[in-house]
């Protein structure tokens, strides 16, 4: 029997207990410490439909998150005013066509004028597809808290749970060799996994390198709020909006909004951040800010999350920003590759080395894709025109394809590294920041050899697309979960 010490029960601890007890069951022990006076980080309440890869091993359904943790479900995220004035949608992907799992519809929606959103919801709506919950692609806006303990419960004769603090990190060859703990004294174990968020104590302690990604993504502050409000309708998704000097999220719950407000303590101080979170607060629902919290990080990713006998999962691994909601899935991902990758509890170097590679093309695919999001050619404050004049490298080609050709599958490489995003949401960001010439992209279809079929596939595609969306019918959001509720 392997012995694994998880140090933190925020949602990637408690993910991690979850995911190694299920996958290896009495082949390991399982003791998860954390500090009781702060259980987690209590954001990160916009999720991804990866949650359901977590879920489904706990044996949770959505009919059983909306009943018993308080949930609303999530379609999509609507941006508003990264250019100023518009909005527009990322929507999960819905349904596969002819077994393709990427849509070519836009190929001929965009020149055409009729772009619709191609298979997926297209834009904002307090609606949900009248349809069993199995059969479309949906996520979850959780109350971290609720989540936290509700999970915590499930678990709780499988986990040995301790609260007790770490206080020193003993280190020897490479490898962690024991944690000391406040109450326990010292605790050794076959494996460390370190869930202990922005504190990292486990994972700093050994040979990796932080690769700092302020360069591209200076926002490095977040002010969370959570606003009381009593909804007519439930909004399918989050909102991102856009300010000039950072953003803000609005997150759904059953009673309440979960907002935050994200800046760069480059071009914006605390007083004058909570100042103008204040003003939208009062704004656009009547509250003012009421916290003192500002939630300080530094944008990037450990080199390697697993180093010796010890994985960081989560925070601790690194954190980007929360534009996409991919907090979770990483944590979700993370375990998981580290579970199908060490099957048989050897840790060999050969796995632990794929499990890197692996980590850090999914790093670099957020913050490509996070990056993307930022590519509005703004230069109305001193923080858009930063962003504006510091491209990523990829963001510059990317643009430069989209502004000349267009996408297809082909250009976004190799499948089994693209996971989270199918091309259709790269071409919703792109469409949405006005990436795309119209002249250019009929110029390139007359290019391609077989133009004829290329188009009269994408027509085809683009006709199911609307077919499937007349079909789809939607019911009010809302009416859902409370005769789930009942
Ligand atoms: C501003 C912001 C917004 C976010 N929004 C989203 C979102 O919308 N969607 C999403 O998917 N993700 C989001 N995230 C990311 C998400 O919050 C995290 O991925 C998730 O909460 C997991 O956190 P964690 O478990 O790694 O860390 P934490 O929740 O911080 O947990 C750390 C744990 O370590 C323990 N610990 C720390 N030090 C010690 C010690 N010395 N001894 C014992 N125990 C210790 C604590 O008790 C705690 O249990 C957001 C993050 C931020 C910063």
Redesign the pocket.
């Known amino acids: 029997m392997k012995k694994f010490v998880i140090?933190?029960?925020?949602?990637?601890?408690?993910?991690s207990a979850a995911v190694i007890k299920r996958f290896w069951g009495d082949k390991v022990q399982v003791s998860l410490?954390?500090?009781?006076?702060?259980?987690?980080?209590?954001?990160?309440?916009?999720?991804?439909p990866t949650i359901f890869s977590f879920l489904d091993i706990m044996g949770i359904s959505t009919e059983d998150m909306i009943r018993d943790v308080g949930v609303t479900i999530k379609l999509g995220i609507n941006f508003k005013d990264w250019i100023p004035g518009t909005e527009f949608f990322h929507g999960f992907h819905e349904v596969d066509f002819q077994g393709e799992s990427d849509d070519s519809s836009a190929l001929y929606s965009i020149p055409n004028g009729c772009y619709n959103g191609g298979l997926m919801y297209d834009k904002a709506t307090n609606t949900l597809p009248h349809e069993d919950f199995n059969r479309y692609s949906h996520a979850l806006h959780i109350d971290?808290q609720v989540f936290?303990d509700y999970i915590f419960n499930k678990l709780k004769d499988e986990i040995e749970f301790i609260d007790?603090?770490?206080?020193s990190i003993n280190v020897s060859d490479g490898k962690i060799e024991s944690i000391d703990?406040?109450n326990s004294g010292n605790v050794t174990a076959d494996f460390y996994i370190d869930?202990?968020?922005?504190?990292a104590?486990l994972i700093k302690n050994l040979d990796t390198k932080w690769n700092d990604m302020t360069e591209y993504l200076p926002i490095d502050r977040?002010i969370?709020q959570q606003v009381p409000y009593e909804f007519e309708e439930i909004p399918s998704y989050?909102v991102a909006e856009a300010t000039d000097n950072g953003w803000i999220?609005q997150?759904p719950m059953r009673k309440r909004y979960?907002t935050?407000y994200?800046y760069s303590s480059r071009f914006t101080s605390d007083e004058e951040a909570r100042e103008k979170y204040n003003d939208w607060l009062m704004n656009k629902f009547g509250v003012e800010l009421q916290t003192d919290r500002v939630?300080k990080?530094k944008p990037g990713y450990y080199e390697d999350a697993w180093v010796g006998n010890c994985l960081a999962?989560?925070?601790?691994?690194g954190?980007v920003?929360?534009l996409e909601?991919?907090?979770?899935?990483?944590?979700i991902k993370q375990i998981s590759d580290f579970a199908t990758l060490n099957s048989n509890l050897n840790f060999l170097e050969y796995n632990r080395k794929r499990f890197n590679a692996v980590n850090r093309i999914g790093y670099e695919l957020i913050i490509n894709y996070i990056c993307l999001h930022y590519n509005t050619n703004r230069e109305d404050s001193e923080f858009w025109r930063y962003i504006t004049n510091n491209k990523k490298e990829w963001v510059k080609d990317f643009e430069e394809k989209c502004k000349y050709e267009f996408l297809d599958v082909s250009s976004l490489g190799d499948s089994s590294v693209r996971f989270i995003w199918h091309l259709d949401s790269y071409i919703q960001v792109a469409h949405g920041l006005n990436m795309f010439d119209k002249d250019e992209m009929l110029r390139f279809i007359d290019s391609k050899q077989h133009k004829k079929q290329v188009m009269s596939f994408a027509k085809e595609h683009y006709d199911y697309t609307e077919i499937k969306k007349s079909e789809n019918k939607h019911v009010s959001h809302k009416q859902i979960i409370e005769s789930i509720d009942k």
Do not use: H, M, Q
Not at 313 to 317: I, K, T
């Open positions: 140090l933190g029960s925020g949602t990637s601890g408690l993910i410490y954390y500090d009781a006076n702060r259980k987690n980080i209590g954001v990160g309440e916009s999720t991804t971290t936290s007790d603090i770490a206080e703990f406040k869930c202990s968020g922005f504190n104590l977040a969370p989050t999220w997150i979960g935050g994200l939630i990080y999962v989560g925070l601790s691994s954190f920003e929360p909601s991919t907090g979770i899935y990483l944590i």
